[in-house]
């Protein structure tokens, strides 16, 4: 006759295994595994081990077994053939947990157990159990059937847990990265450049947990140290390509960023005796379109690990800000003797003229034209274009509140933010909602930007447009001869975190064309200080809307408008960009 398993063990086991998924720390999870084995089998005596894929290492982490945890000669690599083979004997039989004595008697220690804990083909662990069903137990029963159940649900609980601890972890670096990030935006206003260097250095140690790094400035002809947190000039210039150039100076001129994940173990590099005490650097450019600066140089994680590639891209976005930041305090040095009012202007019109992309994209049977006239020395409209690749291109259109350098800040910060989240392929509406979370976290309450994103896609037949609180966007339909206006019902970005915004999908004709603009054309004042509108703006369109090009079409709106001025003073931006697939 089978063995039975008595109902009170049975009912143990189902509760037992309920209270795994109300635990929320490990340790309580390992305490009640603890507490159930001892209710089910009159003992607890066994031994956790967890993979440690940076020492590449099975190690215990948890025991209640004498001496069993930390016990160096119970860890095993994650490669070795033993490992192995146990792993491809529970494959090929299909195990869960096993009490076969070809298995038990493998391990350097007393075991009557084994289970593999494992998602997948993914091994999280091994649950080794020491010893068997107390002898004292009057009903035996079968001890592994019933381990099976609470070997499954020990695994699911593990890996709920685990999840949320490496949600948590990854939600308290991104925080940290976030505050890093706005501390290094902060510097933008910085203008002593000794402490704005120290400060970029140290903050950006602290956004990827960095052991030390230096700045390098070029000047008189070469880069110089000119702030080392732990890293010599001598150390960083110890690196170098096979071919002996230098890695920063490649850096430097090249304007690219370089991850060396294991510089000792990376064949493309000659690395000299001081320098070999570096494990993983990453090395970025300073620089803005006019002006070359220096190199940022961070160097090995507190951790041990090597920096991945999401910190490069973390680095790349408080290089682009501290950049802007540098450039700001070398043109307030080189101007400090002249006239402050003006200076100001002068650096804010630098950073503007940086912003706005000095060329206009190429596309496929289509023309692409943009125009900005500011109404003082900094204006608050922005505009830009991210090339997508195979057929895709994004389009924004945009308008800070305010004029000026803070204006010019906040641009600077959204077009950085804009550009990695729209590289990672999201759609126009997810792209917003990031972008105004970070500057809700990043600018100042009475500051705010109307935006509007157009994604062109399917080679241009198609548009994907979401709008934060900006101007209606007008499309002319070629076909009918009419101008579409797509108003927004959303509010604009940094005002309210967590919003959700909506988004609309249009198809573009040949011969359509999509029009985006600020409020210096449509409300441009005439003598009688009557505004030109979004009426007449539709109207003009839809008489021109034919003509061969988008530049023919914004010259004709510029004309317009300045027509319709007749002299008057212009209060406000006037930047327009046209999006025209070519005509039938």
């Not at 063990?9 to 490990?26: E, I, M, P």
Request: charged share 25%; hydrophobic share 40%; proline share 5%.
């Amino acid at each position: 006759m089978r063995p039975t398993f008595s109902s009170i063990r049975a009912s143990r086991l189902l509760y037992g295994t309920g209270d795994f998924y109300t635990v929320t720390r490990l340790e309580s999870l390992y305490q009640q595994l603890e507490q159930v084995l001892f209710e089910l089998l009159g003992q607890s005596s066994f031994t956790l081990f967890f993979p440690n894929e940076l020492e590449n290492r099975l190690k215990p982490v948890y025991s209640t077994y004498p001496n069993g945890q930390g016990s160096e000669p119970w860890e095993f690599d994650l490669d070795s053939a033993l490992l192995q083979s146990v792993q491809e004997t529970y494959d090929s039989a299909g195990l869960l947990l096993t009490d076969d004595p070809a298995i038990v008697a493998l391990w350097p220690f007393p075991a009557r157990y084994c289970a593999l804990l494992r998602e997948e083909s993914t091994l999280l662990g091994m649950l080794i159990l020491h010893e068997g069903l107390d002898p004292a137990i009057s009903e035996p029963f079968p001890v592994a059937e019933i381990l099976e159940p609470l070997v499954r649900h020990f695994t699911c609980a593990l890996m709920r847990i685990k999840s949320q601890e490496e949600y948590e972890k990854n939600l308290n670096e991104a925080n940290a990265r976030l505050l890093a990030i706005n501390e290094i935006g902060e510097l933008l206003g910085q203008l002593n450049l000794d402490i704005l260097l120290s400060k970029t250095v140290s903050l950006t140690l602290q956004l990827i947990r960095a052991e030390v790094g230096n700045l390098m400035i070029f000047d008189q002809d070469r880069l110089q140290s000119r702030v080392e947190w732990g890293l010599s000039e001598e150390v960083v210039n110890g690196i170098a390509w096979r071919g002996g150039r230098r890695m920063v100076e490649g850096v430097f001129e090249d304007r690219l960023p370089i991850l060396i994940e294991d510089l000792q173990g990376d064949a493309r590099f000659a690395v000299a005796p001081s320098s070999r005490q570096i494990h993983s650097i990453v090395s970025l450019p300073l620089y803005t379109t006019r002006r070359d600066i220096g190199v940022l140089n961070v160097v090995n994680t507190k951790g041990g690990e090597s920096f991945s590639s999401e910190n490069m891209a973390t680095l790349q976005t408080a290089a682009g800000l501290a950049s802007t930041a540098i450039e700001n305090a070398i043109l307030h040095r080189e101007a400090v003797e002249r006239e402050v009012f003006q200076e100001q202007l002068r650096i804010a019109r630098q950073i503007w003229e940086n912003i706005l992309p000095r060329t206009i994209p190429a596309f496929p049977n289509a023309s692409i034209s943009a125009r900005s006239l500011p109404a003082i020395v900094v204006g608050g409209d922005f505009y830009d274009f991210i090339p997508l690749g195979e057929g895709r291109l994004g389009i924004v259109m945009a308008d800070v509140s305010g004029k000026g350098i803070p204006a010019a800040m906040i641009m600077n910060m959204a077009k950085t933010l804009l550009h990695i989240e729209a590289a990672r392929d999201k759609a126009p509406d997810q792209v917003l909602q990031i972008v105004n979370n970070q500057l809700v976290e990043s600018t100042k309450m009475d500051s705010f930007v109307t935006l509007i994103y157009v994604l062109i896609e399917d080679a241009g037949r198609r548009a994907v447009i979401t709008n934060a609180g900006h101007h209606p966007c007008l499309i002319y339909r070629h076909r009918s001869g009419r101008c579409e206006e797509l108003p927004s019902g959303n509010l604009p970005l940094a005002i309210v975190a967590d919003q959700v915004f909506d988004r609309r999908e249009v198809d573009i004709e040949p011969g359509d064309c999509i029009v985006l603009y600020t409020d210096g054309v449509t409300e441009a004042m005439n003598p009688q200080r009557e505004m030109f509108d979004t009426a007449r703006l539709r109207q003009l369109l839809e008489a021109t809307g034919e003509k061969e090009s988008a530049e023919a079409i914004i010259e004709q709106i510029y004309a317009d408008v300045k027509a319709f001025q007749a002299g008057a003073a212009q209060h406000d931006d006037t930047t327009v960009v046209v999006f025209k697939r070519d005509n039938p």
